[in-house]
């Protein structure tokens, strides 16, 4: 019953965050292709192409869009987001294996208020100190103030509670002429 209850204090958004990555640029010894996949919570997203990257060429454009819904709640009395973190990884695959080369954190949050931005941020947990992804971060807000924000994506698996034979509801024949 609790897991219902708005939280006293805080304001629902939903929003679709549209993420575009414009390249990587990485410094490895060998030839690979680079792909970046994005992960909140259980969900997961991954560029469809790969790219081939080189010792002599080291930016690989992706130039791809992913997509995903996010429920940021809002504190009320200090007007501000709370965090809601998301991660990109950069892998590599080579001939014979695939591996992850780097890696950003990320607050959703920060980006609620701003509808658009780009930067260039440095990878995480890299070879290469100076490697980079470079991201435009779009927003729509999607629905203001939700109801039950938390559970709104388990709402699709639920089926009528009241579909029995001596259900009280009177259904209308559509095709009656």
């Known amino acids: 019953m609790s897991r219902f209850a708005k939280k006293v204090g805080h304001k629902s958004n939903r929003f679709q965050f549209d993420v575009t990555v414009y390249f ?17 919570g259980a969900k997961r997203i991954e560029t469809r ?12 454009e992706l130039n791809e869009t992913m997509s995903m819904l996010a429920t940021l709640s809002k504190d009320t ?15 590599v695959l080579t001939d014979t294996k695939m591996k992850s080369i780097g890696m950003i954190k990320m607050n959703l949050a920060k980006f609620a208020e701003k509808p658009e931005h780009e930067e260039e941020f440095v990878l995480k947990k890299c070879p290469d ?4 992804i470079s991201l ?42």
């Open 24 to 40: 990587v640029e990485i410094h490895i010894p060998i030839e690979a292709k680079v792909f970046v996949i994005w992960k909140r």
């Open 49 to 60: 192409g790969k790219v081939q990257i080189t010792p002599d060429n080291p930016k690989g």
């Open 77 to 91: 009395v200090k007007n501000k987001y709370i965090e809601k973190n998301t991660t990109f990884t950069v892998k």
């Open 129 to 132: 100190r100076n490697a980079i």
């Open 136 to 177: 435009k971060i779009k927003n729509t807000l999607l629905q203001a103030d939700c109801k039950d924000a938390d559970t709104l994506s388990q709402m699709t698996d639920l089926r009528s509670l009241d579909s029995a034979p001596d259900s009280h509801f009177d259904f209308e024949d559509l095709k009656k002429d």
